[in-house]
């Protein structure tokens, strides 16, 4: 009786203590699930997207009729291929449906599993982490996109940034680093919450660059630096220049950077769409600001900026400007050329400079208003350097600013990176200097031979001088004069010895300053006074050049002959 007792005691105590146990973990394992859900804010879809019933009738008015058997994958960069005006007349219902299938694509979870096939050994050398959200793996495979090397892989990635650039918020990291500068700019009002074309997004942030958060504009760089691979992952640039890409190039299919490069030659042609010239801007602006975004030219130059340290003092971190590179010098042929080419541009396009279009706005309004944007601006500015009066002069900043161009794009060196200067002096080229190759000088030194002679025109004379002027400022301008000359120069004229100075720490006295005291050594008839080692500031005024300014450098105050 006892034994039954006990017994009965020691099975109902087990069973309340295994309630509450069970129940526990019972009650765990609906937290756990409830955790689950909120992971993700959409299911993965069961169904594929050409099997939804809401999506049919759209994809096969946009798509023809499918293989039943298409991915996702597929039937989505078919949607993403048109227009914003088709995009709008899907229904709401596939619109959405749209949107849920493009967030279980790129789930972290269901990416790894679908990349599988064509990036499998690749994506274990990336040593990208799978979590539980989603475009933490994609942000993860575009970051390390360069170190793949199967073609399969390759075509695959490419795929994938196609979808994801049609929408930034599948980027993990970009979201966190920009929604602030979004509501800032208002670039979020672009488009819908789910809308099937966010591309504007970026586009609005690449107009406001220079004033973002640190943070937002490492962001847009480097998803700048994607796009720079195929002119199709700029959706806003490639839909505008859609009809310009088959009229100035028809050869080059899109899917490359040269469709860049190409359209960019033609940005000046009066026959190229104002919407596109106005995209084309903006990446340029962008380049501009960051010479990675350039792809030919990061790749061209990558060995060189290393070699001859043309990021020195900047961190791997930092974005470095287009002309910073463009001051290196020493580079091999194949980067000499991307140069020259990237000359071209700051040389076409004032507002490429934020120097010009800070320093010189109300001089631009006073003296070039109206004029076309493609170097007349910059040409109007130089002349107005020039004249001894004073309300006819720009103002002293605009004229250093005018200066840095001049240097940045080393105009001195060669006379095609102009196109005021290459189109006023082409037919004397052509004519007189057809025999002399290009580069180091040697065309603008035949030019300059030609000036007084019947074979000069006043277009050609004109241009010419305007660009002489600043070359004669700065010794440095003038290749050959600066190999031969630039160890004299430092020794007695206390001349930097690197040619890119910094401008923040560069004497503003010494670049003009240059040239007239090699001219006095070389030049003066009293032999003492070559070598008397006397300051050569005292005898610059006799060797102002008569067509200068006659104002200091510094002071802007004339210089008392």
Known sequence: MLFTICLTLFVHLSFSNSKTVFGQKAENFEIFLHKSRNRRE????????????????????????????????????????????????????????????????????????????????????????????????????????DNIHSSPCKAFIQRLEWVAFSDFRLIAHFLDACSSNIDKYMCGRLQPSESLTQGQTLACLQQHIDKLDEQCQKQIYHLSEIQADNIIMDRQLYLACINDHSKFCPEIAP???????????????????????????????????????SKGLARACKEDIKAFHCRRDVSDEKDIRLAQILLCTKVTKDCQMEMVEHRKILMEDYRLSPEIVSQCSEDITKFCNGLEVGGKTIHCLMEHTRPRKKRERVSFKCQRAVETLVKEADAGEDWRVDPVLREACKPVVDNSCKDVRGGDARVMSCLMEKLGTDHMTEACELALVQIQYFVARDYKLDPQLYRQCRDDAVRLCHAKKVWADDNASMDPERGPLVLPCLYRYAYHSQKNLKESGKPFRENYPQYIDQNSNPDHPITGKPVTR
């Not at 229904?91 to 499998?120: K, P, V, Y």
């Not at 490359?256 to 084309?280: A, E, F, I, P, T």
């Not at 380049?287 to 990675?292: E, S």
Request: overall charge neutral.
């Open 42 to 145: 959409t299911p993965i879809s069961k169904k594929s997207l050409i099997e939804e019933i809401e999506c049919l009738p759209d994809i096969k008015r946009l798509c023809g009729t499918l293989p039943p058997n298409s991915d996702d994958l597929f039937v989505l960069e078919c949607v993403q291929s048109f227009k914003g005006n088709e995009l709008g007349g899907i229904s709401e219902g596939c619109q959405h449906t749209i949107w849920r299938h493009t967030m279980d694509l790129i789930n972290d979870a269901n990416l790894n599993n679908i990349s599988q096939r064509s990036c499998g050994h690749d994506l274990e050398n990336l040593k990208c982490k799978v979590t539980d959200r989603s475009g933490t793996l994609l942000a993860c495979i575009l970051d390390h996109r």
């Open 255 to 293: 899917g490359s950077g040269n469709v860049y490069k190409c359209l960019m030659q033609h940005k000046l042609d009066r026959m190229m769409s104002q919407q596109c010239q106005d995209q084309l801007l903006r990446r340029q602006k962008v380049i501009a600001r960051d010479y990675r975004v």
